[in-house]
């Protein structure tokens, strides 16, 4: 998904106070952005448009005397990509008989375009238009769908939509069966998604905190990836609770049935937090034994927990060619076993002719095609240094960052500045060096490095963008802050926490929420 990164900053501002809102939904076409038409159309609705109703009645008509002829493959049949979709969805969902039902679930198994952004609208459209026919028998439907596509863009409002339905939480009591695991992923999806733009309605709607009792009720003898990601989840929510009433404002219709939800969470708090305390060494063990399909999960939940997981991810790392390199590399960022930090450069080195590459022309943009080995997690390897401070990691990624391939520069110029130079000057210097580069990403990446080290020119840069009057602009300053870690900005991000744009005092109160938990885990609290 290469271009889910840009649709966050350019959409932010747009969604943060709106119903089912991410961001970066556009496309990145000869250098420019663009948003299509079916975005376009969403954002409208869920901003408060309407659909045409000449439009929608219209399509009733026409759907309606198909049906009532039996011709429900010429209804599908007209079920075609583009901004016309949605209205016949709304048609199919008011007109509410049972083949009207049946044509939206089994529009869940097809895929009507290639773009991914659109094909998640569409699937959005689909399941709200299930859940308001209270079509509760679709709901493995969706849930294989939801596995099935993987971390797709917008999937965080499809769970939202899917944790709704009124039977989603019997499967919960499953959690060993295939839906019961997809079951947890989508809640898991859901309440990531209240921190990534999902209207907190959804807490009351789909009962989250009823859900996550009867997954606690339910969670057996057996430490489960799944259900550690979702209980971390939940302590996140809970963390974030003081800030549901500022973001709400005047709208109290809904706080209440909000407040009880979350209450209920408030209870588990203790329990959950004993719980993940102690799941990390049952996982490591678990990732052992585990056969490939399972360790996906355990490799996101060790990574979720910032655990110490290179006794099992090590071995596992053994197999150069094993399919989940780049999530169980970046594991091992939060390592402190001694041997991981030789272990992925001489892995990187050997592979990769870092020297012959640094010789090379920059180039602005990457390659069209990978310029490493597809076998080697060469990116991933970069990022996790960051967290193996030594000399030889630091000359490493110095190194990296005159690759010709700006994926590598911009990963290896990321990972510096989280910890001390051993030889500062050379830093400085690469970093400063870099912000000169024909990268923007690059030109990004070397700033914020300079700014984790202090350097006054590049933290009064960020300072400039989060005192924006332009609220696009602050809103991606906001992002930029909290991902690269510029802690030093904290003050600043305080002071726009009670900024008179409501929007943009929410995102600033979410991105001090993340620095407050990055420290939590570093002392190892939850």
């Given at each position: 998904m290469p271009y889910l990164t840009i649709i966050l900053a350019i959409l932010l501002p747009l969604?943060?106070?709106?119903?089912?809102?991410?961001?970066?939904?556009?496309?990145?076409?000869?250098?420019?952005?663009?948003?299509?038409?079916?975005?376009?159309?969403?954002?409208?609705?869920?901003?408060?448009?309407?659909?045409?109703?000449?439009?929608?009645e219209s399509a009733k008509v026409r759907i309606r005397q198909l049906l009532e002829r039996g011709e429900t493959e010429a209804v599908e049949a007209g079920m075609r990509p583009g901004i016309h979709y949605v209205i016949q969805v709304r048609a199919l969902t008011e007109i509410g008989t049972d083949d009207a039902g049946r044509i939206l679930e089994r529009q869940l198994r097809r895929r009507l375009t290639d773009d991914e952004v659109e094909q998640s609208w569409y699937w959005i459209d689909l399941a709200n238009g299930l859940r308001h026919l209270h079509r509760e028998q679709s709901l493995p439907q969706l849930l294989h769908c939801s596995e099935s596509a993987g971390d797709f863009p917008l999937g965080h409002f499809f769970a939202a939509e899917t944790v709704c339905f009124m039977s989603f939480v019997g499967y919960l009591r499953e959690a060993d069966t295939p839906l019961g695991k997809a079951a947890l992923r989508v809640l898991h999806r859901a309440l990531e998604g209240l921190r990534h733009g999902v209207q907190p309605q959804v807490l009351a709607e789909a009962r989250l905190g009823e859900a996550i009792e009867q997954l606690w009720d339910h969670r057996g003898e057996v430490v489960r990836p799944l259900t550690v990601r979702v209980f971390l989840e939940a302590l996140r929510q809970v963390h974030r609770a003081p800030h549901l009433e500022k973001?709400?404002?005047?709208?109290?219709?809904?706080?209440?049935?909000?407040?009880?939800?979350?209450?209920?969470?408030?209870?588990?708090?203790?329990?959950?937090?004993d719980y993940l305390s102690e799941a990390a060494p049952y996982l490591v063990e678990a990732l052992k034994t585990a056969?490939?399909?399972?360790?996906?999960?355990?490799?996101?939940?060790?990574?979720d927990l910032r655990a110490e997981a290179a006794a099992s991810v090590l071995p596992l790392l053994a197999d150069q060619r094993h399919p989940l390199a780049d999530e169980a590399v970046e594991v091992l960022t939060w390592s402190k076993d001694e041997r991981v930090g030789p272990a992925l450069r001489q892995w990187a080195s050997g592979r990769v002719p870092m020297d012959r590459r640094a010789l090379k022309r920059m180039q602005a943009t990457p390659p069209r095609r990978r310029s490493v080995p597809a076998d080697v997690p060469y990116r991933a390897i970069l990022r996790a240094l960051r967290g193996q401070p030594s000399a030889e990691s630091e000359n490493f990624l110095l190194l990296a960052a005159k690759d010709w391939d700006p994926t590598y520069r911009l990963a290896a110029l990321s990972s510096l500045g989280w910890w001390e130079p051993v030889d500062r000057a050379s830093v400085t210097s690469c970093l400063k060096d870099s912000r000169r580069d024909g990268c923007v990403e690059v030109r990004q990446a070397s700033r914020a490095a300079l700014a984790r080290l202090g350097e006054r020119h590049s933290l009064q840069w960020f300072r400039t963008s989060l005192c924006s009057e332009n609220a696009l602009s602050v809103h991606e300053a906001i992002q930029?802050?909290?991902?690269?870690?510029?802690?030093?900005?904290?003050?600043?991000?305080?002071?726009?926490?009670?900024a008179e744009d409501h929007d943009v005092a929410h995102h600033a109160r979410e991105a001090l929420e993340r620095f407050r938990e990055d420290m939590d885990r570093r002392r190892g609290a939850w």
């Open positions: 969604l943060m106070a709106l119903a089912f809102r991410l961001g970066r939904l556009s496309r990145r076409r000869e250098g420019s952005l663009e948003i299509s038409p079916v975005t376009r159309q969403h954002i409208d609705l869920f901003q408060g448009g309407q659909l045409s109703e000449t439009a929608v973001f709400l404002g005047e709208d109290k219709s809904e706080l209440e049935g909000i407040q009880w939800q979350m209450s209920r969470l408030v209870a588990l708090e203790p329990m959950l937090q056969a490939t399909e399972e360790q996906r999960d355990l490799l996101l939940a060790l990574n930029f802050v909290v991902n690269e870690g510029l802690t030093l900005l904290w003050p600043d991000l305080d002071r726009l926490a009670d």
